[in-house]
């Protein structure tokens, strides 16, 4: 069992940063690729990125490519996405999930964090 508790959502300018965290409790989650989705508001939610569970490959939605990081520290268990360049098309519910690394792409995963609130303003 995994539990995902996410932090660090909020409002940022256009041309900002946010750094997002993700902190899971349970023994086995250096065992799962860890990864962040986001859902807009009437939209569908879609994959952000992913991290291999022990960090050497990820994988991001083109357009996060170049702006976005993922990365993972296992002996603290967390999981970051650093968000830079930030745009107003990001707003959005941002969650990280734990699964196989090809389900995470698929937009599927074993646990789900709650989610927090990014707002990026023009």
């Known amino acids: 069992q995994v539990q995902l508790v996410e932090s660090g959502g909020g409002l940022a300018q256009a041309g900002g940063s946010l750094r997002l965290s993700c902190a899971a409790s349970g023994r086995t989650f250096s065992s799962y690729a860890m990864g962040w989705f986001r859902q807009a508001p009437g939209k569908e939610r879609e994959f952000v990125a992913v991290?291999?569970?022990?960090?050497?490959?990820?994988r991001y939605t083109d357009s996060v490519k170049g702006r976005f990081t993922i990365s993972r520290d296992n002996a603290k268990n967390t999981v970051n996405l650093q968000m830079n360049s930030l745009k107003p098309e990001d707003t959005a519910v941002y969650t990280c999930?734990?699964?196989?690394?090809?389900?995470?792409?698929?937009?599927?995963?074993?646990?789900w964090g709650q989610g927090t609130q990014v707002t990026v303003s023009s």
């Open positions: 999930a734990a699964g196989s690394y090809s389900d995470v792409v698929d937009c599927r995963a074993d646990y």
């Open positions: 991290i291999s569970w022990r960090g050497g490959f990820t």
